[in-house]
């Protein structure tokens, strides 16, 4: 793998920004070939692991001398303190190293390790990790601005490569932390004839950084307003790399970036779907039929808009959506919060946004998409897929692991029927001092005696009672299956049941 750096740095650095513009016919080779180096080296760092793996078993007795010499060090210490004796003699030669193996019941395994060979095969292991880990960083910095290009077979090899980066660089990092224990352990015992590492190009390179550099290029390829065009496979390549980097990273360190940065393109995505191939200039087919013609662009179409420009073309969202690459895109977000929320170390990713992914899923989970947010194109509502209503409930089964009560409310509300309840006011005050009735003709606030102020009124109950909201009986009843259905996958329709 060592050997590979330099070729392989001449490949990336074909396809980087300044020469891009030359060799860009040439970068989907170049990002196939990086992905396959990625493996390998993520095939080399699983050896290295359970050969570091191994080395710290080896090592244990050693670890357990280490601490039964400190142990006896701590007594012998505590002796002396509490014994006023002339016994620091025999105290110090308690606490030789010698006298602890003679004495240890790890005698024999101590003596049976072959320190110099465990010492050299360290070494050989350590700069092999950090000339891989290397490698992996190279292709990472050199394929995450890919994710942005308009080429979706660019985007889709960049992800791929990113990807492989990524895992490539964990499983180095976790060899590197057993390889620590090891080498700690030995360099107690052999402070002279264990080496350190001091060199920089001797240490493995850092996932978390590499995450953080890779962070700005993953947001514009999931549906950014000002990234590429959504291209479904793309995406789906994109969210691949999003959740080997929430895995690789433990969650939590992306957690905070995905409430605020990322989400809400996601949601957006599955708000609005896929725009047809060429967008508003090319999706209509010719709506502005001439340049004095003006296209307007709204979400909904509304009527008596822009009556007094005859050549006026009002156009909503919807007219421009392509209903099959929708469904495919919206399957894959789905997915992907169900296997981040599945994986206990990449599910605390998704924890700030737990509630918010809940309220997206939950109309295509129980067959309505028309209602808790804005749906642009009803053709898409009312031919819902299979597909996307099983990738849906997959996502609220999985989010029901990491924020179960969100769950709960959001399948309670739809199992009941009560939501779109409005939210009821809080008391306020009958006749507020200040107000209207209190003020005088010259504009002085009228002061009440005590038994004259009016005292606070509360709602009634039928103002705060959540009532059935309307709508097609039969459609809310449907609905209303569907989440208690998925409330027993999730062990909730005992509690459902006895609540409602």
């Known amino acids: 793998m060592p050997l590979l750096r330099e070729p392989l740095g001449r490949a990336l650095d074909a396809i980087s920004i300044q020469r891009r ?16 180096v990625c493996r390998a080296v ?7 692991l359970r050969d570091a793996r191994n080395a710290a078993a080896t090592v244990a007795p050693l670890r357990e001398l280490l601490r039964e010499m400190e142990d006896r060090r701590a007594d012998a210490a505590a002796a002396a303190a509490a014994d006023d004796a002339d016994d620091d003699d025999d105290a110090s030669v308690d606490a030789t190293l010698a006298a602890v193996i003679q004495n240890s019941p790890h005698r024999a395994a101590c003596a049976a390790i072959n320190v110099p060979a465990i010492v050299t095969d360290w070494c050989v292991r350590v700069r092999s990790a950090a000339s891989s880990s290397a490698l992996a960083s190279d292709v990472l910095a050199a394929s995450a601005p890919l994710l942005q290009s308009e080429d979706a077979k660019t985007r889709i090899r960049a992800a791929d490569a990113c990807r492989e980066a990524v895992l490539a660089l964990a499983v180095v990092e976790r060899q590197a932390k057993e390889e620590t224990a090891t080498h700690e352990t030995l360099k107690r015992l052999y402070p002279h004839d264990v080496p350190d590492i001091v060199s920089e190009a001797e240490t493995p390179k850092k996932l978390l950084p590499r995450v953080h550099a890779l962070w700005p290029h993953l947001v514009m390829s999931l549906g950014h307003r000002l990234g590429p065009a959504v291209k479904p496979d793309a995406l789906k390549a994109s969210l691949e790399l999003l959740i080997a980097t929430a895995t690789a990273s433990k969650g939590g360190f992306i957690a905070r970036r995905v409430a605020s940065e990322l989400w809400p393109w996601l949601r957006r995505v599955i708000d609005r779907g896929v725009a047809h191939v060429g967008g508003f200039g090319g999706g209509f087919g010719g709506v502005a039929s001439s340049r004095l013609d003006t296209l307007y662009v709204a979400d909904e179409a509304k009527e008596n808009v822009f009556e007094a420009n005859e050549k006026a073309a009002v156009v909503t969202v919807a007219d421009d959506v392509a209903p099959r690459q929708t469904d495919a895109v919206r399957i894959s977000i789905f997915d992907a919060i169900a296997r981040i929320c599945e994986d206990e170390d990449a599910r605390g990713a998704i924890a700030d ?14 067959g309505d998409a028309s209602s808790a947010s804005r749906r642009p194109s009803s053709e898409t509502n009312q031919n819902k897929t299979t597909e996307v209503r099983r990738a849906a409930e997959r996502a609220l089964r999985g989010l029901a692991k990491v924020d179960e009560d969100a769950v709960w409310c959001a399948l309670a509300s739809v199992a009941t029927g009560r939501r779109g309840a409005e939210t009821p006011t809080p008391p306020r005050w009958a006749n507020p001092p200040g107000g209207e009735e209190d003020a005088n003709a010259n504009g002085r606030t009228k002061v009440h005696r005590r038994d004259e102020t009016p005292l606070p009124t509360l709602p009634s109950f039928r103002e705060i009672s959540p009532l059935p909201r309307g709508g097609d009986a039969e459609v809310n009843a449907r609905a209303s299956k569907a989440a208690f259905a998925i409330m027993a996958t999730c062990g909730m329709a005992g509690v459902a049941v006895g609540g409602g």
């Open 21 to 36: 513009r030359k060799n860009w016919r040439h970068a989907c080779a170049f990002l196939g070939v990086a992905r396959e």
């Open 42 to 48: 993520s095939l080399e760092g699983e050896e290295g």
């Open 353 to 366: 946004v737990a509630g918010c992914a809940t309220r997206a899923a939950l109309p295509f989970a129980v």
